[in-house]
């Protein structure tokens, strides 16, 4: 997805709105229509873009989905996966805590600024201490780190001792 462009972010209604959509398809497909039991009891914002990019719309669609009155999903049922917007995070803990994943997808700024461009700005010491500050608030006692293996890129052993390096503390 990451060599598609931008075209646009999504409103909070979308984001909610697929919610829905995906939560009425499962109840029709599983038989549970009508019946007022929730299908769906996770959610994870990634996949295609930066959620914490579109934080104006984010932030409404995530209260919406923790609010008892609207969805009423439990905080640490909800996570939001980024690739290291540091105020954002900051921001996010301070408006809304919910699980946190971060993509690392390397161990080290060299190797990360290649991967990630976001790195370049945010690099590995500023987005690990604002995990720190993140874990205070946080309705899990962790973080999840995301990484995506590449064939003789960020795949090695020295790779991996990096990477147990850098998430200890």
């Known amino acids: 997805t990451g060599r ?22 499962l109840r029709r497909a599983q038989g549970h229509e009508g019946d ?6 996770n959610v994870v914002m990634m996949g295609m873009g930066e959620p914490l990019q579109n934080y104006e719309a984010l932030l409404p669609a995530l209260r919406l989905m923790l609010d008892d009155h609207a969805y009423g999903l439990s905080r640490r049922r909800v996570t939001v996966s980024t690739s290291g917007m540091v105020p954002q995070i900051d921001r996010l803990a ?28 945010y690099p590995l010491r500023e987005l690990m201490a604002a995990c720190q500050r993140y874990l205070r608030v946080a309705p899990r006692d962790f973080i999840t780190f995301e990484y995506v293996m590449l064939d003789g890129v ?16």
């Open 94 to 121: 301070q408006d809304c805590p919910v699980a946190l994943a971060v993509s690392l997808h390397a161990p080290t700024d060299a190797l990360r600024d290649r991967l990630v461009p976001l790195n370049r700005k």
């Open 36 to 41: 007022g039991e929730r299908v769906i009891s």
């Open 4 to 25: 598609q462009g931008f075209s646009r972010n999504l409103t909070t209604a979308e984001i909610v709105g697929q919610l829905w959509l995906a939560e009425h398809a």
């Open 154 to 169: 960020n795949d090695g052993d020295q790779h991996a001792d990096e990477l147990l390096a850098l998430v200890q503390d």
